[in-house]
């Protein structure tokens, strides 16, 4: 279950590029789990999910067969500038919500529920450990991962 961690790392690592947003979610603590939602919109913990065709269809102008492979790059998805205004910025107050980070319908994750309440909780904790915490000047955040994604280290001072 990796997914957590790396939707945590992209939730605080969106706070504290906003700070503005972060002193809100320190202040307000039911904000956690906007924080939580938008960070795995922003950097989707899932970046790819493979499917199989099953039975003829075209898509695209692709025409595909039964048994071929394709890849739905969830991370792209929930950056769609069609579906979420400036989707590239951390927003917690983002109007449209609606995310694909764990897929959707019959093949939504198993364990979104279960992942979305660990990250909530982490933050909460971190947040209350760590009242003081900011990115280290001029530090750089490598995002990586074309599978499983996430900031790769996230320096911070406390």
Known sequence: MQEPGHGCASAMYGLLVEPEQLQRVREDPALVLRAVEEGIRWISPIGHTERQVVEETELGGVRLQPGDAVYLMLSA??????????????????????????????????????????????????????????????????????????????????
């Open 77 to 158: 998805a929930n950056r769609d500038p069609a579906q979420f205004a400036d989707p590239e910025r951390f927003d917690i107050d983002r109007e449209n919500r609606r995310h694909i980070a764990f897929g959707g319908g019959m093949h939504v994750c198993a364990g979104n529920a279960f992942g979305r309440a660990i990250m909530r909780v982490a933050l909460e904790e971190l947040l209350v450990a760590a009242p003081d915490l900011r990115l280290e000047p001029g530090a750089e955040i490598p995002v990586t991962g074309w599978h499983f994604r996430s900031p790769r280290r996230l320096p911070v001072l406390l």
